[in-house]
């Protein structure tokens, strides 16, 4: 089967396109390099020892988009390309919506002008807002995320749902990710944010490298078991394992639109991971405990049961393995 993967130099997309290229699959990638490199190409084909097509396009250009659809004959689309910065996005909502909204209507409009109607898209546990209960199930409330990016997710999932209403020949899934960390294990490819990182993984790997001085824990007084905010984080690895039997689902199974939850259901804390980087790793992250950041909550994970029994998916890397490969991939690059 051959595998369209927009967005596929990003962090979640390249560990994709090896778990992909490493199962058999034909995989065709165009990304526009606003959060990437080149370079993700030939680390991609050294991890694999496989070839694979790419196209350096913006998805929101339909000319360039259906020369790639005219030419490599896809099957089916995994669509990772967008904006992913929450406190951007309070800044340039135009841009994000135009970037994460625009493009996927854009994509969705040349997939059904192609007649490729098996589409996976990457969602987020931000559609859940704060959630009433944990572990959130996918029949949880969504429609409250609290700000533009988390916005452009709801609106995509909105308009799948109605795409698949008004026609069930498209066989959707929609992953709704949790908190993505750790790196593949040759420690050639990882996350790689512009500028100071807002999310807690990335900070922490450079303050244990001394690039930044300092992790500021973001309030220790909420409503979990030594008050720092507890989240679902799950192995980039096995979250791109996720995708492949996502794909899997949609190869098997025709005509469904489906929602699953990708993360591990376990909690932890900013705490945990701050001990348990120092611990694997042997390496001090100096904190301190600041104010709480606006939006944060208490807890957020996932109930992983939906995937586990109608996809097959379970999450197998420890939080050991995630912080140990984040750290490996700090330290190569
Ligand atoms: P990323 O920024 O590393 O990857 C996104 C890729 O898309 C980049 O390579 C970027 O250059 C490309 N891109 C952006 N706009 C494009 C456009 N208009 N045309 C072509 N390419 C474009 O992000 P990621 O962490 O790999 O996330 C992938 C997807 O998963 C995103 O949609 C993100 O919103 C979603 N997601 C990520 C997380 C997370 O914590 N990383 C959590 C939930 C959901
Ligand atoms: C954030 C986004 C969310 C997105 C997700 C994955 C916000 C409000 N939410 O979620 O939309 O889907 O990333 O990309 O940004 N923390 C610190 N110090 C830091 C950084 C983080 O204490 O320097 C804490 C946070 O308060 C939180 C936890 O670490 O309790 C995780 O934070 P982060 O990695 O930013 O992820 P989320 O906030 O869960």
Redesign the pocket.
């Known amino acids: 089967m051959k595998v369209l993967l927009t967005g596929g130099l990003g962090f979640i997309g390249s560990h994709t396109c090896v778990e992909l290229l490493n199962d058999g699959y034909d995989v065709v990638v165009i990304d526009n390099l606003s959060n990437s490199k080149m370079t993700m190409i030939d680390k991609i084909k050294e991890i694999t020892k496989k070839d694979f097509s790419f196209y350096n396009i913006d998805y929101r250009d339909r000319n360039a988009l259906e020369e790639v659809f005219e030419k490599e004959k896809v099957e089916a689309v995994i669509n990772f390309a967008g904006f992913?910065a929450?406190g951007e996005s309070v800044k340039e909502p135009l841009m994000y919506y135009d970037n994460n909204v625009c493009g996927a209507i854009c994509l969705l409009e040349t997939m059904k002008k192609y007649n490729v109607k098996k589409f996976v898209f990457s969602s987020?546990?931000?559609v859940y807002g704060n959630p009433d209960v944990v572990p959130i199930t996918e029949e949880a409330k969504i429609g409250r995320a609290t700000?533009p990016?988390?916005t452009t997710k709801l609106v995509i999932e909105y308009i799948l749902d109605d795409l698949y209403k008004s026609d069930n020949t498209w066989d959707i899934v929609v992953l709704r990710y949790f908190?993505p960390i750790g790196a593949h294990e040759s420690g050639l490819i990882g996350e790689e944010p512009n500028g100071i990182p807002?999310?807690?993984?990335p900070?922490v790997t450079r303050v244990a490298k001394g690039v930044l001085e300092k992790?500021?824990?973001?309030?220790n007084d909420y409503n979990t078991h030594d008050g720092?905010?507890v989240?679902d984080y799950i192995h980039v690895v096995d979250l791109a394992k996720g995708h492949i039997k996502a794909i899997e689902k949609l190869d098997k199974e025709n005509k469904g639109f489906f929602v699953y939850n990708l993360g591990t259901g376990k909690g932890y804390s900013?705490l945990d991971i701050v001990n348990a980087f120092k611990e694997e790793n042997n390496v001090d992250v100096p904190y301190v405990i600041a104010p709480r950041?606006p939006?944060?909550i208490d807890s957020?994970y996932s109930d992983p049961t939906k995937a586990k029994n109608e996809l097959g998916f379970v999450a197998r890397r420890t939080l050991k393995d995630m912080v140990r490969d984040s750290w490996n991939y700090q330290l190569k690059n």
């Open positions: 992913k929450v987020s546990a931000t700000n990016y988390g908190n807002n999310n807690l993984m900070y992790l500021s824990v973001f309030g720092t905010g989240r900013v950041r939006g944060d957020c």
